[in-house]
């Protein structure tokens, strides 16, 4: 140990140690001053970018994430030149790094962008009721990888952004009232206008519908075995609807039950004008081959 200690310069390490605090302390001062830089500016650039229209969830990535890193890391790196290191080398390494993690992560990457996208355009907001990717419930949390709805079945779901960007979105919640399209079906020996006065009446009474504009009935096609209407009704809010068109559905069956009404099974009906004898021996065969072979060895 003795040895050790001879063929060290002490007075030369103590020399450098001395001569590096200085650099140190002004590294120190340059990341409490960017810190400090950040906390200051934090709230202004907040309020700014609240007031040209961006989302909170939006405002807050930018402030408390992207902003945040770019001033830190600016700090750091001047911190880091201050003591000597080498940022050059050092940011090129970060470079190759970041290269292959993009590669490997292309489709977090591709979510993040997606949800830059869905923070801009704003196809739906935190509380919308919403259908994308087979799946209904009402949004809520938005971040930048995926978006958080709850269903029905209170059951949460997570879709990534990159999911909801490539399909069709269906936004219950954005013009405030919305319709409800019940399909019913009467038989063609029914009278349509009294089928629609007793099924308005039943759903006008639906907790939920609203009275403006009132609810109608439409008819829609003449089908094969019915003629297919539209209830419509219409609801305030949209968390209504789906409980709104299981009772419109109820509420029209018992009626048009209460007034005698058909509600006709789907059926096919066929009309034979006339068939010739060798088609009517030929299905004979094919249904009783063991009666042909009888007949025959007689």
């Known amino acids: 140990m003795t040895r050790i200690i001879d063929s060290l310069d002490v007075e030369r390490l103590v ?3 001395v001569a ?15 810190w400090a830089l950040f906390r200051l500016t934090r709230k202004p650039l907040w309020n700014v970018l609240e007031r040209a229209g961006l989302g909170k969830p939006l405002v807050a990535m930018v402030v408390d994430n992207v902003y945040r890193v770019v001033v830190l890391g600016f700090a750091l790196v001047m911190a880091a030149d201050q003591v000597g290191i080498n940022v050059g080398a050092a940011l090129a390494g970060i470079g190759v790094v970041g290269i292959a993690v993009g590669f490997a992560a292309q489709d977090s990457i591709a979510n993040v962008i997606a949800g830059f996208l869905i923070f ?8 919308d009721w919403i259908t ?4 209904y419930g009402m949004v809520k949390d938005i971040t930048m990888r995926s978006t958080r709805i709850r269903s029905n079945q209170n059951t949460y779901i997570v879709i990534p952004n990159k999911t909801i960007i490539d399909a069709v979105l269906v936004n219950h919640s954005k013009h405030g009232a919305t319709r409800v399209d019940v399909p019913i079906g009467i038989a063609y020996k029914e009278n349509i206008l009294a089928a629609r006065d007793v099924v308005l009446a039943a759903v006008r009474e639906i907790e939920g519908v609203s009275s403006e504009p009132p609810p109608d009935l439409v008819v829609t096609e003449l089908g094969n075995s019915s003629v297919n209407m539209n209830v419509r009704v219409w609801i305030d809010d949209a968390s209504r609807e789906q409980p709104v068109y299981y009772r419109a559905m109820e509420a029209s069956k018992l009626a048009l039950d209460r007034a005698g009404i058909e509600i006709p099974y789907h ?3 066929l009309f034979i004008e006339s068939i010739q004898e ?3 021996k030929q299905a004979a065969a094919y249904l009783h081959p063991q009666k042909q072979l009888d007949s025959g060895d007689g």
Do not use: M, T, Y
């Not at 801009?120 to 509380?127: A, C, Q, R, S």
């Open 20 to 34: 590096f605090i200085p650099d140190l302390l002004i590294a120190l001062a340059i990341l409490i001053l960017f």
């Open 120 to 127: 801009i355009d704003k196809p739906f907001e935190v509380g």
């Open 278 to 280: 060798s088609v009517l």
């Open 15 to 17: 020399n450098e140690a």
């Open 132 to 135: 994308v990717a087979d799946r």
């Open 267 to 269: 059926h096919l009906q």
